[in-house]
């Protein structure tokens, strides 16, 4: 949500930034400007409302010389999206211009105070009174660092900031809450609110923490906390290949994510796996044995996929739950230091997750991340991390990156059953109609989690998605259900379908069906019914039930289950697995029918409307 940049150093910044806010554009897309500072001296600003194209076609044949600026692609908070809203902000006289993701909690007050004292607004921003504090520092006779650091200090609330100032070479920033990652190249630095936006130019990073200010000058770079004291962070090398953050020949970042899921699965799992056990490097076997029970916390598809994690480990004995992290962060349940508190975030900045971990830090229980995003918040906020190695997901909605959570946590939760002798919870007596048994038989999911890549790569290269998302499109409502894992995934499945074709879509656990949603069943509503291999012959009732009212049914399921190919109207095959994993390839299916039925509508399948990838305000 809100992404900004700044670049600073030999040659000119312009194009540099506009390929980063290109590469950002996932994190908001109402508007998007740049202001650069000429090297003769002065600041000019271009900003549009809308994408960044709406940018470029506004920059186009305009020269903007200068090694120095900052850009910024918006996710509107405060004030509609409009061409006066959009970033950069400056003062009243065009000295100071500031980009700014987050949300100043107190900037009422400033902005009373300020225009008290003669400043005049433009926007409805809670981010203008920000290059007015500098202003009128420097009016007082302040250098731009110290006019810098006197606004930070009103400031309330959560920001990444980056600022220029008329006839000064340098960048200033400064984080709280928010993320900045330092991007340091050969002719040039970087700051950004995430990698991706300067991966083209350098995969040499320092993660900044809350507080920290940073000065680009040149091509050097200065790091201080907020008294001005040098803090020495680490410098790392970004394993993401810049590559991954482009779209190639694909349309969409989502497509070509959903078809990267074998590797990236591959990934996720290499080295994990050593025949009887989960190898996880951070978790030797052992150290999760003090682990009495389990709390997710998460948000979105992550939460989808921590459902799955918690069902797992019930599976496995384990006591364990998931919870949303916009409720846990305000209403926490009872956690003790044996309760392991679980975040599962992809960008690992997400602002309800973060203060959820927050309230479980304060709460002494264990916490770990499960994140995509080495050096993000969450990684560094949590005791322990794990991370998923999915590689740069950009696409808004989220796909590779939730068949990656729920195959680390598939190891995850063998590791902790391991150390504290889950019992198996569920016996053989539950198997279903599918050609699978209901047994959690660890063994078995581990080998099946190494065959998984090849089993998601035949759901990738199947058709059959495309042609129900058109034999389908003018249905009025999409209802997915499931049970078991498959719960978590008529989930996702309907989120992804509603977020991206802005179709009515709900998912529901298939028993709860005849509980209420069945009332809104007609012909015009498509089912859509998850089947893993697992108390399948239940969910076969709620189709029937659902079939009884004229609803045309498509079953996701294992290929070789014949009897519910025979009872569905549609069916989506996906190879034998494990039950316990089937929930996966399934969910590719769905992936590919939300894709399929929002490019037949041609919607902004990368970019979906009021949504953004990285939340980072609560
Ligand atoms: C936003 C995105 C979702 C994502 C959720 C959680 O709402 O639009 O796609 O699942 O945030 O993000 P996280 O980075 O914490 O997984």
Avoid at 12 to 35: I, K
Avoid at 489 to 513: D, N, Q, R
């Amino acid at each position: 949500m809100c992404g900004i940049i700044a670049r600073a150093g030999i040659g000119d910044a312009l194009e540099e930034l506009v390929v980063g806010l290109q590469n950002l554009e996932y994190r908001g897309y109402d508007s998007a400007g740049v202001a650069v500072r000429r090297a003769d001296g002065p600041i000019t600003v271009c900003k549009r409302e809308g994408e960044t194209d709406a940018l470029e076609a506004a920059l186009s044949g305009r020269a903007l010389p200068g090694g120095t600026g900052i850009g910024h692609t918006r996710w509107s908070t405060h004030g509609a999206p409009s061409d006066a809203n959009a970033h950069p902000h400056t003062d009243d006289s065009g000295r100071v211009a500031v980009v700014h993701n987050g949300i100043i909690r107190n900037h009422e007050s400033l902005r009373r105070e300020l225009r008290e004292a003669g400043h005049r607004f433009r926007s409805e921003t809670d981010t203008e009174v920000v290059p007015h504090l500098v202003a009128a520092a420097l009016d007082d006779g302040a250098d731009p660092e110290s006019a810098f650091r006197a606004a930070v200090a009103r400031l309330e609330g959560s920001y990444a900031l980056a600022m220029i100032v008329d006839e000064d070479d340098a960048v200033y920033a400064t984080r709280r809450g928010s993320p900045l990652v330092l991007g340091l190249g050969t002719d040039a630095n970087y700051l950004a609110s995430d990698v991706p936006a300067f991966l083209e130019f350098t995969d040499r990073v320092v993660y900044l923490e809350d507080d920290d200010v940073v000065v680009l000058e040149g091509n050097t770079y200065r790091i201080t906390d907020v008294d001005g004291t040098p803090v020495d962070r680490p410098i790392e090398t970004v394993e993401w290949d810049a590559s991954d953050a482009r779209k190639g020949v694909y349309n969409h970042f989502m497509r070509k994510e959903i078809d990267e899921q074998p590797v990236s699965l591959r990934q996720t799992l290499e080295g994990r796996i050593d025949g009887d056990r989960s190898e996880l490097t951070a978790f030797p076997p052992g150290s999760l044995s003090d682990v009495d029970d389990v709390v997710f916390v998460a948000c979105g598809t992550s939460y989808h996929a921590a459902m799955y994690g918690s069902t797992l480990l019930r599976r496995r004995g384990v006591p364990a739950t998931a919870l949303r992290a916009n409720e846990f962060a305000h209403d926490p349940m009872p956690v003790s230091e044996r309760t392991l508190v679980i975040a599962v975030t992809q960008s690992g900045e997400t602002a309800d997750t973060l203060a959820s971990l927050r309230v479980a830090n304060d709460l002494s229980a264990r916490t770990l991340a499960v994140t995509n995003v080495v050096g993000s918040s969450a990684a560094r906020g949590a005791d322990e991390a794990l991370f998923i190695r999915a590689g740069p997901e950009i696409g808004v909605a989220a796909t590779k990156t939730f068949s990656s959570q729920v195959a680390a946590l598939a190891l995850l939760a063998d590791r902790i059953a391991a150390d504290g002798g889950g019992a198996d919870a569920y016996g053989d007596e539950t198997a279903g109609v599918g050609d699978h048994g209901g047994a959690y038989d660890p063994d078995s999911v581990r080998s099946d989690l190494e065959s998984l890549p090849t089993a998601v790569e035949t759901v990738v290269n199947d058709a059959g998605a495309a042609r129900l998302a058109t034999q389908f499109a003018d249905a009025e409502s999409y209802f997915f259900i499931g049970r078991g894992v498959g719960y978590p995934v008529a989930l996702e499945g309907a989120l992804k379908f509603k977020e991206i074709t802005y179709e009515h879509a709900e998912g529901f656990a298939a028993g709860e069906l005849k509980h209420g949603p069945l009332a809104l069943v007609t012909p015009a509503t498509v089912v859509i019914a998850v089947f893993t291999g697992r108390n399948d012959e239940l969910t076969l009732h709620n189709v029937r039930e659902a079939q009884s009212r004229g609803a045309p049914v498509v079953g996701v399921g294992p290929a070789s289950a014949t009897t519910l190919r025979e009872t569905v109207d549609e069916y989506l095959p996906f190879p034998r697995t494990d039950p316990n994993l089937a929930g996966i390839p399934a969910n590719v299916h769905l992936q590919l029918l939300a894709y399929h039925a929002a490019e037949i509508r041609d919607r902004a399948i990368d970019k979906p409307r009021n949504l953004a990838k990285s939340v980072t305000v609560e």
